[in-house]
């Protein structure tokens, strides 16, 4: 029987939960107050944990885990096994909607300084064009913390995959 990401995470040795943790988040200050909460009672204590510390975080460490991701629409081979299938939506794309994804990517960093994130799972290339597009309007700081927003549902997936991959 496999195991729920809680049981998982809490069976690990500190060193393979900070590993595994890591690949969920890539904010260092977020990987150890996760590993400060185990044990974690249930997987809804553990997405609970990761909510709660991910929140309680400042600007750079939102930075920091915002720079390990890479851009959208970036090629597969530059991104990790769990990227490439959160940017499935991409795959495919018309040429000219990569082109606009790759344009926007610049700008939009040029813009706030950071890599545009979004929660790709189970959207289309156009779908993310479209919300590139959309969040370019927000003031810096309003859009910081958007990004963090789109971060905290991708790290909810992958604690969620933990355990299957």
Sequence with gaps: MTPTPAAYLNSLSIAAARAALGRCCGARHWVDGMLAAR?????????????????GLGRADWLEALAAH???????????????????????????TLAALAQGNRT??????????????????????DALRARLTN??????????????KI???????????
């Design 39 to 55: 044990p974690f009672a249930s997987d809804a204590d553990l997405l609970a944990a990761a909510e709660r510390v991910w929140w």
């Design 70 to 96: 890479p851009r959208i629409g970036a090629r597969a081979e530059a991104m990790t096994d769990w990227a490439r299938r959160e940017q499935a939506g991409a795959n495919g794309a018309a040429e000219a």
């Design 108 to 129: 939009y960093e040029e813009r706030f300084g950071h890599v545009f994130l979004i929660c790709a799972t189970g959207r289309t290339a156009d779908e993310m064009l």
């Design 139 to 152: 003031d810096p700081a309003t859009e910081l913390r958007v990004a963090a927003e789109e971060h905290a």
């Design 155 to 165: 790290t909810r997936l992958r604690l969620d995959r933990l355990v299957v991959s």
